[in-house]
Structure formats: structure tokens, C-alpha cells
């Protein structure tokens, strides 16, 4: 059981480039989410997805899109990547009844 | 706006002492209020949900408790390998009584035990 898998897990970008985040879930979790972790900021909500089919913003979602391609995979884009997109991103589901968020091991991204 | 306060930002301890981390809230009609367990460059690892005021739950040297307006994670004779970064969490309800669907953090308490 693999749980949340995040692609890549690391990654440098040159500012202006685009890139695509995957993430999947194994679990049959109706809820996807986006993160961005920043040392001092916390996790901070970029998009979520509690359904197949539907999208909403988060609390940082300028820069970014966002795709829910099927009940198992939820993709975050940057279409022009800039280097106050740094992070580390965290992608997570949740289970229907909502009683368990669970989190994949983070992609670390670079932007110069 | 829900709001998540944890403190202290970082803690440090001797094996064997016990301490409490706080993790306040403010949050329009709580749905849940989450702890996770954070080491470094991992992603956080689920430990408990709460949901209402009076609640309390245990998993080995850890129990976290809940109030109207505050959660503590209680930590009992620690050791070292329970070192990390504890993050709280919180889901609220929307006027309608659903929920939003999404978690909003605190910054975390950074734990250090020391043999």
C-alpha cells in the first residue's frame, strides 16, 4: 500500500520555465489538496479537490493550476515558474468520512 | 478566517520529562482538529483527529486533548526518536454546517530530546 506518491521528488527550475507536480493516491480518497511548505509560513493551502470533478482555490493560489484527472490523480502546474515559487510542495487525501489527511514525502522545488 | 497558534515555536527536553505542547484555535464551527508528526524532510505523518470539546486520544507516549479553544499534545516520559516537528491542524464548518473541506495549519513545534 503506497499511499500518497508525489513525482518528482526533487527538481530545479530556471525562472519562466513550466513544470508539472503528480501526485496519486491508492487509498479510493474523494479529497485531494495541495500544499506549499516555506520555512516560517507553515503548510499553506494552494488548491483542493474534495471530489473528482471539482477544484477550488486555497489560501495561495496565484501562479498555479491545478488538474483532478481521475478519482486517483491530482497534477499542480506552474505554467512560469518564479523563484518565490521555492518550496517544498505536499500533496494529501482524505478519506470520505474525513477523519484521516494523509500526506505524500514532498517535491522539493527549486526555481533560479 | 480560521487561525491556528501553536507554542511554543521549540522545545527542548531531557529524557523522561514530560511536557505539553498548545496548539489554540479560531475557527467557525470546528469539523476536526488534526496532529501530525513532522521529521525533517518528510511529509507529516497523521497521529489523531479530535472533534469535540472533552475529547482524548492516545497512541503510546503521546495524548492530545481537546477545548472550546485549545488542543494540548501531552507527551510522557519522551524519548529521543520522538524528536520532530509537531503540527496541529484544523477544519471548519461553513455556514451551512458542511465542511470546506480543507486544513488550515499552525507553525509547528520543533521538539528536541536530549539522552
Known amino acids: 500500500n503506497a499511499g500518497v506518491t508525489q513525482t518528482p521528488k526533487f527538481q530545479v527550475l530556471k525562472t519562466g520555465q513550466s513544470m508539472t507536480l503528480q501526485c496519486a493516491q491508492d487509498m479510493n480518497h474523494n479529497s485531494m489538496y495541495w500544499y506549499r511548505q516555506d520555512p516560517g509560513m507553515g503548510l499553506r493551502l494552494i488548491y483542493y479537490?474534495?471530489?473528482?470533478?471539482?477544484?477550488d482555490k486555497g489560501e495561495v493560489p496565484n501562479g498555479y493550476n491545478v488538474s483532478r484527472l481521475n478519482k486517483r490523480e491530482f497534477s499542480l502546474r506552474l505554467e512560469s515558474a518564479a523563484p518565490s515559487q521555492t518550496s517544498v510542495y505536499f500533496c494529501?487525501?482524505?478519506?470520505?468520512?474525513?477523519?484521516?489527511?494523509?500526506f505524500g514525502q514532498g517535491t522539493r522545488l527549486t526555481v533560479v | 478566517e480560521d487561525q491556528v497558534t501553536q507554542s511554543p515555536e521549540a522545545l527542548r527536553l531531557q529524557e523522561g520529562e514530560s511536557s505539553s505542547l498548545n496548539c489554540s484555535y479560531t475557527?467557525?464551527?470546528?469539523?476536526?482538529l488534526f496532529w501530525y508528526r513532522q521529521d525533517p524532510g518528510k511529509g507529516p505523518e497523521f497521529l489523531f483527529t479530535l472533534y469535540s470539546a472533552g475529547e482524548e486520544k492516545e497512541k503510546e507516549r503521546l495524548k492530545a486533548t481537546l477545548t472550546k479553544k485549545e488542543s494540548f499534545l501531552h507527551i510522557t516520559a519522551p524519548k529521543p526518536e520522538d524528536s520532530a516537528t509537531y503540527l496541529c491542524?484544523?477544519?471548519?464548518?461553513?455556514?451551512?454546517?458542511?465542511?470546506?473541506?480543507?486544513?488550515?495549519f499552525g507553525q509547528g513545534t520543533i521538539l528536541t530530546v536530549h539522552p
Open positions: 475557527v467557525s464551527g470546528l469539523r476536526g
Open positions: 494529501a487525501s482524505r478519506n470520505r468520512e474525513g477523519t484521516e489527511a494523509f
Open positions: 491542524a484544523v477544519e471548519g464548518r461553513n455556514a451551512g454546517g458542511t465542511s470546506y473541506g480543507k486544513l488550515t
Open positions: 479537490s474534495a471530489s473528482e470533478g471539482t477544484t
